[in-house]
């Protein structure tokens, strides 16, 4: 084949093959939220937020730091090695990571596994546009296809798995203290910035290749891990939510055995128990401080969902 006509097709491929594998993961990962599933629409906001915002401010940190130490050193090898293994890490991890202090506010980020798919999102959208342009750097190599294949499931999944795991531990700051707090940020960022420093040192040093795939296979157990037991303890507390509502007369006792049925292939029955969650996140909600004001609105919410599923139990 002649040289223009493999780098004409690997540069037509690179779009369609950095964008398809990210949303196909993405698809898989929204899913996997058992009790209620994240918004759409708040899933494709993390995800754009990782393809465009924080690709842009790693990429000009990175550059300057580049830059700099360039001139400083006198030395493009060094300089390369250094962002890489150091500065990238440092600054793409709290770069996806921004987007967190704003979208935990909301009310449709509730708990840890909601701040697992929410990283994830955020790490694909990094991964694919990260891709796209390594692929079309590599368009005129021969190696093309090897790092089309690498990237996808290696280096794109480093970084869904990092801002994973900051993203649930934000969350279940946020289901267990009401609020997210710097420290708790701080927390999750760490092991992000190690196994991304880990990654990308096994990467520049082929010697250390095993240390970097052992690095995200365990990162990998680690976040699920996180989200697994994330689930029990949503799971434990939307049960006592329920629980206490039916002591004080407010649900019946059949409540129970329909509110965790999330798996079912019943759309009605799927539906019930996504209200029955609701409803008890927002009893937990107000259970904390709120301004009179919010409060009222608290205890229509509550009323409202109560009404809902005593309308609801009869169709199920």
Not at 260 to 273: D, H, I, P, V, W
Request: glycine share 8%; net charge positive.
């Amino acid at each position: 084949m002649p040289d223009w006509l493999q780098t004409s097709i690997q540069s037509f491929f690179s779009l369609p093959f950095a964008v398809v594998p990210m949303l196909v993961f993405l698809g898989i990962a929204h899913r996997l939220n058992r009790y209620q599933p994240a918004p759409v629409w708040l899933v494709l906001l993390h995800f754009a937020w990782g393809a465009l915002g924080a690709t842009t401010i790693a990429s000009a940190i990175n550059s300057f730091a580049e830059n700099t130490l360039m001139f400083l050193a006198m030395n493009t090898g060094l300089a390369v090695f250094t962002t890489a293994v150091i500065v990238a890490p440092l600054s793409e991890e709290p770069a996806k990571a921004i987007l967190f202090f704003f979208t935990t506010r909301l009310k449709q980020f509730h708990h840890g596994s909601d701040g697992v798919i929410y990283g994830v999102a955020v790490g694909f959208g990094f991964g694919m546009t990260e891709n796209y342009l390594y692929f079309m750097q590599a368009a005129a190599s021969d190696e093309w296809l090897s790092l089309v294949v690498a990237r996808t499931l290696f280096s794109a999944m480093l970084h869904a798995i990092a801002t994973g795991i900051v993203g649930g531990i934000m969350g279940y700051s946020k289901f267990a203290r009401g609020k997210v707090s710097p420290g708790w940020m701080l927390l999750g960022l760490l092991p992000a910035i190690v196994l991304h420093g880990i990654w990308n040192f096994s990467a520049k040093v082929p010697s250390f290749n095993g240390l970097g795939f052992l690095a995200i296979a365990s990162a990998f157990g680690i976040l699920t891990t996180l989200f697994i037991l994330f689930l029990y303890l949503e799971r434990r507390v939307i049960k006592r939510e329920l629980h206490e509502e039916i002591i004080r007369g407010g649900l019946p006792q059949s409540v129970l055995p329909s509110s965790f049925t999330a798996t079912t292939n019943n759309e009605k029955t799927k539906a019930f128990s996504r209200l029955c969650t609701e409803f008890a996140l927002e009893r937990l909600a107000g259970k904390r401080e709120y301004r009179h004001e919010e409060k009222v609105l608290h205890l229509e919410r509550l009323q409202t969902l109560r009404s809902q599923i005593l309308h609801h139990l009869s169709d199920i």
